[in-house]
Each structure stands twice: as structure tokens, then as C-alpha cells.
């Protein structure tokens, strides 16, 4: 009983990098258990604690869970948002945390999909015992996924599955006995589910090919004005291609021209017979950073009036009359915070 808890959805949405909250009084209720009845108090209970066993659940429900958490933040033709503050093994993308959107889990669970789906079949024909939360986060989703993969917009897949993961997990937070009873799934309806789920997937993985038959391995998450979801592409990296290659969504054909096409990219360290992770880049010089530029500033009346004044909370002018934004704004947060102080007009 891990006293974290997971923002909503909506929550998710507005806040994507601060999604995880902890639970003083849940921690404190478990550690007052544990004094009483050893470190069993820290498992999850199957009904209110300290009167209730250990919830047990099985194998079936364990390898399906965590393929629904993640599909609870799948978004059509980008990948999985990784908006839970734990965002992949690399921790070059620790900065993605809250917009970042991986291809490469999208690959790797396609494979894990077709993976669990023979051990499902090969288990025999008894049904699959599962919470009824569980069970039903299951159904529900597969339902969602039954829709044409080719003409469902990517942001009402997304608000649907994530509504469903948020339903979820307020079900395990709970302490109500009704949403922890078993229930039975039948073997050919977690096959299907695990089947679409895969489609998808690799529908997913196909779009974020590239122009030069390479794939993208991350994207940005941008919520646009107008309602839908769109992607900031981020720079090419060479796990993005293994991820695409081990996934199976691409032909024969197509693997060999993304290999004679990684071979001739700038990940081939030709001089060592191998590849870098990304590619070489010429990066900003320090002093080339959080540069106003002349236009921006033609363009606002604010930030004229905020210069002639010397008011250097939101924008300073150095020594060699560049304009900045001032040195304690680090992201868009802080700048909105000092123009908040300043009371300065909404736009």
C-alpha cells in the first residue's frame, strides 16, 4: 500500500509534471500498523485496515494492470505521456517529465501484448479471476479501443482512456470491499482486448516514422487551442530505432530501409563501427539563452513599458544591451508568477 497518490486526469491535463502527491495520513495509519502487526500491515488491504487480510490478486490481473495503467495515458499517433514524475530507464529524459510522450514504451508494450497474449492462450480455456475494478477498467477499455483506429481523433481517445485510468485507480485507493471482489474474465476476451490493444500500438509506432525512414523515438505533448493534441518533435535517437525494429510493426522491406537509413545517419560513428545514442549538435553558447529578441519586444508595449522603467522582474538589459528574461525565472511558471506580482495585463 504505497501512500502515493496519481492526479486525476483533469488534473493530469492542467499540471503534467506535478501529477503525484503524498498521503500524510494514509502513511501515518500504515506505519501505526506496522507497530502492531509487523511489516504484513504494509501490503494492501482487502478490506478497512487492521481488520482485513492482505488483498491477493492473480497472476492473469498482475501482467494485465500495468498494460492498462499505460494505456490509460496512450495517445493515438504519439506514443505514452509520461506525465507520473518516473519517466523511462534514460535519465537524458528526466526533462520530458509531464509532456514527454514515448514511442518507445509504445513499442516495447505492443511487443509485451503479443508476449502476454501466449502466455493467455497457451494457460488453458478456465477463465482469468480478476478485481472487479480491474475486470472492468479491462472491458471498458477494450470497448474504447474497438472504435476505427483510422478515424478516431487522438485527444477524445485520450480524455476517454483517461478518464478510465483515473476511475481505476480512485477504485484501488478505496477502501470499499465491492470493488476488490473477484470476478471471472474469460480467456477469449482478454485475447481480443490484448490484440487490439497491440493494433494500435502499432498503428502508433508506423505514424512516427520519419520522412528519412527513421522514427521518432519522443515527442513533446502540446494540448492546442482548438481542443486536440499535437506533437513537438523531439531530436532523432537510436533507441527509438531499436524499439521500432523489436515492436513488429514493420515489414521485412521496411526494417532493411530503416537499417541502410540508420547507417547512413548521424548516429553512425563510422571511425568506431557503431552509434551514438543522438546525434552530435551544435548547442547554444550560454550568452545566446533566454534572449528577448528586438522583434518580440517591438511587438509589446508590456515589455517597453517594463525597460523604460528598470523593473527588472520579468526582463533585464545587460551590459551589452541585450535583453533577458531576469535570472530567477526558470520556466513558465515563474514568468507567470512575476507578471501576476507586477499585476500586469492578461496579455
Known amino acids: 500500500d504505497v501512500p502515493y497518490r496519481l492526479a486525476g486526469y483533469s488534473e493530469l491535463r492542467t499540471r503534467p509534471n506535478e501529477t503525484i502527491s ?113 475486470a472492468q477498467h479491462l472491458r471498458e477499455t477494450a470497448a474504447v479501443l474497438a472504435d476505427d483506429i483510422a478515424g478516431t481523433a487522438a485527444r477524445s481517445l485520450l480524455d476517454r482512456l483517461g478518464e478510465l485510468g483515473t476511475r481505476y485507480r480512485a477504485a484501488v485507493y478505496s477502501d470499499n470491499e465491492a470493488t476488490h471482489r473477484v470476478v471471472d474474465v474469460s480467456v477469449d476476451e482478454v485475447l481480443r482486448f490484448l490484440e487490439r490493444a497491440r493494433q494500435w500500438l502499432l498503428a502508433t509506432v508506423v505514424a512516427n516514422r520519419r520522412d528519412d525512414g527513421l522514427v521518432h523515438a519522443y515527442n513533446l505533448l502540446v494540448f492546442d487551442d482548438v481542443g486536440e493534441v499535437a506533437a513537438r518533435r523531439l531530436p532523432l535517437m537510436l533507441e527509438g530505432q531499436v524499439a521500432a525494429l523489436a515492436s513488429g510493426a514493420l515489414s521485412t522491406k521496411e526494417a532493411v530501409e530503416l537499417l541502410d537509413a540508420l547507417a547512413a545517419s548521424p548516429l553512425r560513428r563510422a571511425d568506431l563501427g557503431s552509434y551514438l545514442l543522438y546525434p552530435d549538435r551544435e548547442l547554444p553558447a550560454f550568452l545566446a539563452k533566454a534572449v528577448v529578441g528586438e522583434d518580440e519586444i517591438e511587438r509589446s508595449d508590456v515589455l517597453r513599458r517594463l525597460l523604460d522603467e528598470g523593473c527588472e522582474q520579468v526582463v533585464v538589459c545587460d551590459v551589452a544591451g541585450v535583453v533577458r528574461f531576469a535570472p530567477d525565472l526558470h520556466n513558465a511558471e515563474g514568468l507567470a508568477r512575476a507578471c501576476q506580482q507586477l499585476a500586469l495585463p492578461e496579455e
Open 22 to 134: 503524498f498521503d500524510a495520513s494514509r502513511d501515518a495509519e500504515i506505519r501505526a500498523q506496522v507497530q502492531k502487526a509487523g511489516n504484513e500491515a504494509r501490503l494492501l488491504p482487502a478490506g478497512p485496515r487492521g481488520s482485513a487480510a492482505p488483498r491477493r490478486v492473480g497472476l492473469g490481473e498482475k501482467l494485465l494492470v500495468p498494460i492498462l495503467g499505460k494505456l490509460s495515458h496512450f495517445v493515438k499517433d504519439l506514443g505514452i505521456w509520461m506525465n507520473t514524475q518516473r519517466p523511462e530507464w534514460n535519465d537524458a529524459n528526466n526533462a520530458l517529465v509531464g509532456h514527454g510522450v514515448s514511442v518507445v514504451t509504445t513499442a516495447y508494450l505492443a511487443r509485451h501484448c503479443e508476449t502476454v497474449r501466449g502466455l493467455v492462450a497457451n494457460s488453458g480455456d478456465a477463465p482469468i479471476p480478476m478485481s472487479v475494478a480491474a
